[in-house]
Protein backbone atom coordinates (compact mmCIF):
# COMPACT_ATOMS: atom_id res chain seq x y z
CA UNK A 1 0.00 0.00 0.00
CA UNK A 2 1.27 3.57 -1.01
CA UNK A 3 1.88 6.00 1.58
CA UNK A 4 -0.45 8.74 2.48
CA UNK A 5 -0.13 12.14 0.96
CA UNK A 6 0.80 13.63 4.24
CA UNK A 7 3.21 11.02 5.24
CA UNK A 8 4.73 11.37 1.65
CA UNK A 9 5.36 14.99 2.09
CA UNK A 10 6.21 14.81 5.48
CA UNK A 11 9.33 12.54 4.51
CA UNK A 12 10.01 15.22 1.63
CA UNK A 13 9.78 18.00 3.51
CA UNK A 14 11.20 16.69 7.00
CA UNK A 15 14.52 16.27 4.85
CA UNK A 16 14.10 20.02 3.35
CA UNK A 17 12.88 21.18 6.74
CA UNK A 18 15.55 20.02 8.73
CA UNK A 19 17.98 21.26 11.54
CA UNK A 20 21.27 20.64 13.20
CA UNK A 21 21.01 22.22 16.71
CA UNK A 22 24.33 21.80 18.85
CA UNK A 23 23.81 23.63 22.58
CA UNK A 24 25.51 23.10 25.46
CA UNK A 25 26.81 24.99 28.78
CA UNK A 26 30.55 26.00 29.47
CA UNK A 27 31.44 26.19 32.87
CA UNK A 28 34.53 28.16 34.49
CA UNK A 29 36.06 25.05 35.71
CA UNK A 30 39.83 23.42 34.68
CA UNK A 31 37.76 21.34 31.82
CA UNK A 32 34.87 23.58 31.32
CA UNK A 33 32.50 20.59 32.23
CA UNK A 34 29.96 20.06 35.24
CA UNK A 35 32.35 20.01 38.81
CA UNK A 36 31.84 16.95 41.26
CA UNK A 37 29.26 19.50 43.19
CA UNK A 38 27.08 20.13 40.42
CA UNK A 39 24.91 23.18 40.83
CA UNK A 40 27.89 25.02 42.83
CA UNK A 41 29.31 24.82 39.47
CA UNK A 42 30.53 28.65 38.39
CA UNK A 43 29.16 28.78 34.39
CA UNK A 44 31.36 30.84 32.04
CA UNK A 45 29.38 33.76 30.65
CA UNK A 46 30.39 35.60 27.42
CA UNK A 47 32.79 32.81 26.17
CA UNK A 48 32.97 33.07 22.27
CA UNK A 49 32.28 29.41 21.31
CA UNK A 50 33.16 27.99 18.02
CA UNK A 51 32.60 25.38 15.75
CA UNK A 52 35.45 24.34 13.80
CA UNK A 53 35.72 21.93 10.96
CA UNK A 54 38.71 19.94 9.07
CA UNK A 55 41.92 22.13 9.30
CA UNK A 56 40.51 24.70 12.17
CA UNK A 57 37.97 25.81 9.37
CA UNK A 58 35.05 28.01 11.38
CA UNK A 59 32.01 26.91 10.41
CA UNK A 60 29.52 28.90 12.89
CA UNK A 61 29.90 30.50 16.31
CA UNK A 62 28.49 31.76 19.00
CA UNK A 63 28.66 33.53 22.86
CA UNK A 64 27.69 32.21 25.96
CA UNK A 65 24.83 34.13 27.67
CA UNK A 66 24.95 34.95 31.45
CA UNK A 67 23.98 31.16 32.45
CA UNK A 68 27.16 29.58 30.09
CA UNK A 69 24.73 28.59 27.85
CA UNK A 70 25.61 28.54 24.04
CA UNK A 71 23.88 27.73 20.79
CA UNK A 72 24.66 26.99 16.84
CA UNK A 73 22.14 26.38 14.30
CA UNK A 74 22.83 24.70 11.23
CA UNK A 75 21.25 24.21 7.98
CA UNK A 76 21.77 20.10 7.53
CA UNK A 77 21.46 20.67 3.32
CA UNK A 78 24.98 22.61 3.82
CA UNK A 79 26.28 20.74 7.03
CA UNK A 80 25.97 17.03 6.79
CA UNK A 81 25.32 15.70 10.34
CA UNK A 82 28.08 12.66 9.48
CA UNK A 83 30.74 14.89 8.81
CA UNK A 84 30.20 17.22 11.76
CA UNK A 85 30.50 14.54 14.32
CA UNK A 86 33.59 12.98 12.74
CA UNK A 87 35.38 15.53 11.58
CA UNK A 88 34.35 19.42 13.91
CA UNK A 89 34.99 19.96 17.05
CA UNK A 90 33.67 22.96 19.65
CA UNK A 91 36.55 25.44 20.63
CA UNK A 92 36.33 27.51 23.40
CA UNK A 93 38.42 30.57 22.24
CA UNK A 94 38.29 32.82 25.47
CA UNK A 95 40.84 31.92 27.95
CA UNK A 96 39.65 29.93 31.39
CA UNK A 97 41.45 32.87 33.15
CA UNK A 98 38.79 35.49 31.94
CA UNK A 99 36.20 33.31 34.39
CA UNK A 100 38.45 33.04 37.35
CA UNK A 101 41.90 34.53 37.49
CA UNK A 102 43.40 31.02 38.98
CA UNK A 103 42.58 29.12 35.84
CA UNK A 104 44.97 28.53 32.83
CA UNK A 105 44.99 31.08 30.55
CA UNK A 106 44.13 28.71 27.26
CA UNK A 107 40.63 27.53 26.01
CA UNK A 108 39.05 24.79 25.39
CA UNK A 109 37.77 21.84 23.16
CA UNK A 110 35.29 19.58 22.65
CA UNK A 111 33.95 16.48 19.95
CA UNK A 112 30.42 16.05 19.18
CA UNK A 113 27.85 14.43 19.92
CA UNK A 114 24.50 13.14 18.49
CA UNK A 115 21.54 13.01 21.20
CA UNK A 116 18.68 12.42 19.62
CA UNK A 117 16.22 13.63 17.01
CA UNK A 118 13.38 15.50 17.38
CA UNK A 119 9.98 16.14 15.24
CA UNK A 120 8.56 19.05 15.92
CA UNK A 121 5.88 19.89 13.39
CA UNK A 122 6.92 19.18 9.73
CA UNK A 123 10.67 20.22 11.10
CA UNK A 124 13.65 18.00 12.10
CA UNK A 125 16.02 19.02 14.70
CA UNK A 126 19.24 16.74 14.87
CA UNK A 127 20.28 17.67 18.44
CA UNK A 128 24.14 17.59 19.06
CA UNK A 129 26.11 18.22 22.55
CA UNK A 130 29.68 18.56 23.57
CA UNK A 131 31.30 15.12 24.32
CA UNK A 132 33.85 16.52 26.85
CA UNK A 133 35.81 19.66 26.94
CA UNK A 134 39.59 19.40 27.89
CA UNK A 135 42.28 21.97 27.54
CA UNK A 136 43.16 24.09 24.14
CA UNK A 137 46.70 23.57 24.19
CA UNK A 138 47.44 26.47 21.91
CA UNK A 139 44.73 29.28 21.03
CA UNK A 140 44.97 29.93 17.58
Do not use: H, W, Y
Not at 81 to 101: F, R, Y
Not at 127 to 139: D, G, K, N, R, Y
Request: hydrophobic letters at 45%; glycine letters at 10%; one cysteine or more.
Amino acid sequence: MAPAIAEAQQGLLGDLLGLISINGTVFCTVNGNIGVNGTATPVFPNAKVQLQCGAGNVVASATTNGSGQFSIALNPLLDLLSTLLSNCNLVVKTPLSICNANLPSVGLTSSLKFVRTTLVGLLNIAEIVPASFQFLPVLN
